[in-house]
């Protein structure tokens, strides 16, 4: 329930519904996605006081909205996404730490392809457009375990 009271001056010129409605949604026209992943990890050095590994994946995320040619604009692409990591793991740290280090270091990459919205009114108040990117992340990681 939505109440509304105002009282504009004299000849302002507007006026007030009595009653104020919404509209009925909009569909979003999503559909299901597959989304296929792959990874890989080697060991790359293992000794009694560390050990290093090296990651790396690839991610394939079609996008769920269709092309916006409608009154709608939710601008999403495809992704592309390439991942590296590395991982180093100090075991061997006693006296000083009873137990053990990891520490990890990632990186990605996210290409989008371009996507043109061709809208279907030719007076659409956004009009035509095309939608493209990159996206890059990178974290770190620390991990301390105790025996």
Known sequence: EILLSADPPPGFGIEIPDEITS???????????????????LTAV?????????????????SPF???TGTLN???NDKHTVSLGVGLALTDLE??????LQLDVHA??????????I???LVDAV??????GHLVGAGVSLEVAFE
């Open 23 to 41: 509209l009925p949604p909009l569909p979003l026209n999503l559909h299901d996605t597959f989304v296929p992943r792959i990874g890989v990890e």
């Open 108 to 117: 990605l990459y996210s290409y989008l392809p371009e996507r043109a919205h």
């Open 127 to 132: 009009g035509d457009y095309r939608s493209n």
């Open 74 to 76: 939710f601008v999403d």
């Open 95 to 100: 006296p000083t730490l009873p137990g053990s």
């Open 119 to 121: 809208k279907e009114s």
């Open 46 to 62: 293992q000794t009694t006081a560390y050990q290093l590994d090296i990651r790396a994946g690839y991610v394939y995320e079609n």
């Open 66 to 68: 269709s092309a916006q």
